[in-house]
């Protein structure tokens, strides 16, 4: 059960439930009332009865002093809506028993005992019982109801209450998850990652030193340099890792632009050749990450499987779209031994160009090489 459960008012519709209606309603069918009573009456028991109807427009904010003002009305002319109408009021706005007994009994009384006074409310006889219990109905009826009211909408207000404390608490207790999977990722990734990522540095740096080959020490340094700036990005990937409190959107890296392309290119030790014309206008810094990770992921597949092919690499803007496109040819002999691959790559590439309403298509090539296309809009329609 929820809060709208407890509201059926909310169902109904916006006219049916305007604050103005539920003022306004009650003065007009205790007039009616009052016509109806004291159509053949006096105008002064006339004006009694119709001024108990029009008090009620100021029962909210006046509910004792307006069931008063109903009650000479009551006792004059025997009217029932407006007195009725006030209990329930006192009943839903002033809930405590102190107010709404005395009221409900004043109003009983005023029924039983009402005007001209009668030898025969004073008779112990079955009539006089059953009135009795008559007056007391119409003044315990309204009462009974406008504390049901009440304590309606404070079960209503407390069990929004308790729905908005239920979902902080589902927030923090995701939060909490997020921070511990983030520690242990962090830890695996210092562990494990920097550590091998380390010993790589290290191998290479010997190499470059012991080896007498210029092509040999030439890698190697380039190697050495990759892992260092390998370790440098992780160091700060543990960092946020570990940082309370972050961001969900935070980078968790120093985010490359397609300045650093010509740089990513010379680095990868591919017989490569780039013809880079993004053009002169600002791309948005999604397009150039995106455009960077896809060069760089082609890169790194075509280094896994092709190290020795010829590769093109293409990045030309066409009006508001930037175009990436990176073709590596059939290579000229099978590596014994690719490094291990999840499989991944191309996807997270495909959806990152979803994200901003581009697309990407990789595939192989009739020549025997692979292809990866991506286009890329200045801005997501």
């Known amino acids: 059960m929820t809060s709208a459960d407890l509201a059926p008012a909310r169902r109904l519709p916006a006219w049916a439930t305007a604050p103005w209606l539920m003022l306004l309603l009650p003065a007009l069918y205790s007039l009616v009332d009052a016509a109806l009573v004291a159509r053949d ?22 509910p004792v002093t307006v069931l008063l003002l109903t009650m000479p009305g009551s006792y004059i002319d025997d009217i029932w809506l407006a007195p009725i109408t006030a209990v329930y009021t006192v009943a839903a706005e002033r809930p405590a028993p102190r107010v709404v007994v005395p009221c409900a009994t004043l109003f009983a009384l005023v029924e039983f005992f009402h005007w001209p006074l009668s030898e025969q409310n004073f008779e112990p006889s079955r009539d006089t019982a059953l009135y009795a219990i008559q007056s007391v109905m119409l003044a315990a009826g309204p009462a009974a109801t406008g504390l049901l009211s009440r304590t309606r909408r404070e079960l209503a207000a407390r069990l929004d209450e308790l729905t ?23 830890r695996e990734m210092h562990d494990v990652v ?23 020490a030439t890698t190697a340094r380039t190697i050495r340099e990759l892992s260092v700036r390998t370790l440098d990005e992780l160091r700060q990937m543990v960092g946020v890792l570990r940082a309370a409190g972050l961001r969900p959107d935070a980078p968790l890296a120093p985010q490359p632009r397609l300045a650093d392309l010509p740089r990513l290119i010379e680095e990868s030790g591919l017989a490569a050749d780039s013809e880079l014309a993004p053009g002169d206008r600002p791309w948005p810094e999604a397009v150039e990450r995106a455009a960077y990770r896809t060069v760089q992921e082609a890169l790194t597949n075509i280094t896994k499987y092709a190290p020795d092919a010829a590769v093109h690499v293409r990045v030309r803007a066409t009006g508001r779209r930037l175009q990436v496109e990176v073709h590596n040819e059939a290579p000229p002999t099978v590596p014994a031994e690719t490094l291990p691959g999840g499989g991944h790559g191309l996807v997270g590439l495909r ?9 990407l298509a990789a595939g192989p090539t009739a020549d025997g090489g692979f292809k990866v296309i991506a286009d890329l809009p200045a801005t997501r329609d």
């Open 41 to 62: 009456a006096p105008w002064w028991q006339v004006l009694l009865s119709v001024t108990a109807a029009v008090v009620l427009l100021w029962r909210r904010r006046f």
């Open 164 to 186: 908005r404390g239920q979902e902080r608490e589902s927030r923090l207790l995701a939060e909490r998850v997020l921070i511990s999977e983030r520690g242990r990722l962090a």
């Open 194 to 216: 920097s550590h091998q990522v380390s010993l790589i540095s290290i191998q290479a740096g010997a190499l470059q030193v012991s080896t007498a080959d210029p092509a040999a």
């Open 351 to 359: 959806e990152r160009a979803q994200l901003l309403g581009g697309t």
